[in-house]
């Protein structure tokens, strides 16, 4: 069912290692899922955003606890779980500063990946 939104996911991980907002494992990235009670698809803890697979990603419910995933959970688990109680419109997050003016077109792209 989530399966296009895993592979959203990744292919956004991949674009922001290629532009270098990649910080080994730190980085973490994030998408809700449309299933109207707050669980999300995360990057999980242990390995960097350009080792990320469809498998590896992993289930958060809207608390932070990790319903699935065999990786475990990221540390800054809670900065997304926030995130979407606070802002129910938010579908992703990413790591990666706001797009401005000032940022070079490929930053802007990673930026665009995760808008909405």
Do not use: W
Request: charged share 25%; with cysteine; net charge neutral.
């Amino acid at each position: 069912m989530d399966m296009g939104l895993r592979e959203r996911l990744v292919e956004a991980g991949r674009v922001l290692a290629h532009e270098g907002q990649s910080d080994y494992i730190a980085g973490h990235v994030s998408a809700r899922l449309p299933d109207g009670v707050g669980s999300f698809l995360m990057k999980p803890g242990g390995i960097g955003l350009e080792e990320m697979s469809v498998t590896e990603i992993i289930t958060v419910a809207a608390d932070g606890e990790k319903k699935n995933g065999s990786f475990p959970r990221h540390n800054e688990v809670f900065i997304h779980s926030e995130l979407y109680r606070a802002r129910p419109g938010c579908a992703r997050r990413r790591t990666v500063e706001p797009t401005t003016p000032e940022r070079p077109p490929s930053e802007q792209l990673c930026c665009r990946v995760f808008a909405g």
